[in-house]
């Protein structure tokens, strides 16, 4: 979402200035690549450009490819193949070893369902959508490009990621359509006012999550404040409540504080619960909830404690890096084992 957010902001910019402006997306990937389907990169006629569709190795063509659907006032599309060595034809080289296609729609301003309006409408998302656009169809056909929004689980996906599926319609003409899970932004509430707070909240800032912290109000700094999208004191933490995209990370310090935390937000059953601290001391905050409650910590197969992965992190930096890794591993279904360990592709259907 923080790519998405980027390109409605660059929009605006453009549609204020009246620069024309294209959006390029990945909608097909065979092989390798560095991006997976759905990157987007949005291109302006004057040369400014926010996103990305690859690690760098394509930007440069696709930025001349987009001005040129811009003055040619029609979507296009290229195919990049490196499958069999490097594409000639346009002096570049693939690292990656994949077949990736790219679609490049020109956006008309004045219209309210072009793609960008449509993705800023749905940015805040809190639950899981489906959105659908044309990317082959016969000629004569205006649907290149349009994008927009089917009920969620209408069209099976593979593993439930985005894909794209050849559909014949009732006069037997066919047509490729990319049918794009888009997720919402995973949601932060770190428990905590202590110098290592700081680290964590600037990782996640950085990736674009949503972030709240509870601790003591007075205790908060205007860095931290700057970074975050609200601050609590523990006496507000009722306010919060979490959904299916959010990960909570208990790091207070003060085990009594941390217990008060991990009974309301356990009630809620968060997707990732972390708490920091030895495994000893959730067994002693196990024992003092079984005493007062029906909860069962060390039973709540969500419970990440200790908290973050296992890279020998020290430093508030390193602990904030694993934390996080941690929490991107949980809500991607992965282990977070090294890439080398791992059989196959990288993005694995």
Not at 4 to 25: H, K, M, P, Q, S
Not at 41 to 47: F, K
Not at 99 to 127: G, Y
Not at 216 to 221: A, G
Request: overall charge negative; proline content about 3%.
């Amino acid at each position: 979402m923080k790519e998405i957010r980027n390109i409605v902001e660059l929009y605006d910019r453009f549609r204020a200035t009246g620069t024309a402006c294209a959006l390029a997306t990945v909608v097909q990937i065979e092989g390798s690549s560095y991006r997976r389907i759905g990157a987007r990169l949005l291109v302006g006629a004057d040369g400014r450009y926010t996103g990305g569709i690859s690690g760098g190795c394509l930007e440069g063509d696709a930025l001349r490819r987009a001005q040129r659907a811009i003055h040619a006032g029609a979507p296009s599309k290229r195919i990049y193949d490196t499958l069999d060595g490097e594409d000639r034809e346009i002096g570049i080289g693939l690292g990656c070893n994949g077949r990736i296609e790219v679609l490049f729609v020109p956006l008309d301003v004045a219209d309210p369902a072009n793609q960008v309006e449509i993705l800023r409408e749905r940015v805040d998302t809190r639950q899981p959508l489906l959105l659908v656009q044309t990317v082959t169809a016969p000629v004569g056909q205006s649907l290149i490009g349009e994008l927009r929004e089917v009920p969620f689980g209408s069209v099976e996906l593979v593993r439930g990621r985005s894909e794209v599926k050849t559909i014949t319609d009732q006069d037997g003409h066919t047509v490729e359509r990319l049918f794009e899970v888009l997720r919402p932004e995973l949601r932060l509430i770190v428990v905590g006012d202590n110098y290592d707070v700081l680290p964590m909240v600037t990782t996640a800032h950085y990736l674009g999550w949503r972030i709240q912290v509870v601790g003591l109000k007075r205790k908060f700094s205007a860095a931290l404040a700057a970074l975050v999208d609200g601050l609590y004191d523990y006496s507000e933490a009722q306010q919060l409540r979490v959904d299916d995209w959010t990960a909570v990370a208990c790091m207070s310090h003060d085990f009594v504080r941390d217990r008060a935390m991990v009974e309301h937000f356990l009630l809620q059953s968060p997707a990732y619960l972390g708490l920091l601290g030895p495994r000893k001391r959730a067994l002693k905050m196990d024992a003092e909830l079984h005493q007062t409650t029906t909860l069962r910590l060390l039973d709540y197969e969500n419970l990440y404690t200790p908290i973050g992965l296992d890279i020998g992190a020290e430093t508030p930096e390193e602990i904030a890096a694993a934390v996080v890794a941690e929490i991107i591993a949980v809500f991607r279904g992965r282990v977070g084992e090294s890439l080398r360990e791992r059989g196959g592709t990288i993005h694995a259907r």
